[in-house]
């Protein structure tokens, strides 16, 4: 998107995520803190591109938006699912065939 605007895009490394989580619920609520970190910083691009008037990007953010709600929400509820069966094996076990059957939407392609 930036190159079609005609800008440089400069790529920056990114840091090793965590590898190793104490427990499921660990791992889902950093998965969860990530998410919202995600969502904060297009929100600033937003509020960004909203000042500059830049109404081109406002649309290209928009889909990012409701991505997010979509993406908080879903790993939101598998924090709140983990925590039901907490203490139970059983429950975790079916709780992660459940996930192994969630199918990611086939992106479109240009």
Known sequence: YI???GA?????AIGQPPVEFDSPLAAFE???GHEQKITADIHKLYALALEENDYPSLSFLQWFIDEQVEEEE???GV???IKRVSGSEQGLLMLDRELGQRQEPVAEEE
């Not at 440089?8 to 920056?12: E, I, P």
């Open 74 to 76: 879903h790993v939101g």
């Open 30 to 32: 950093t998965s969860l």
């Open 3 to 5: 190159h079609s605007r």
């Open 79 to 81: 924090v709140g699912d």
């Open 8 to 12: 440089k895009v400069s790529l920056q």
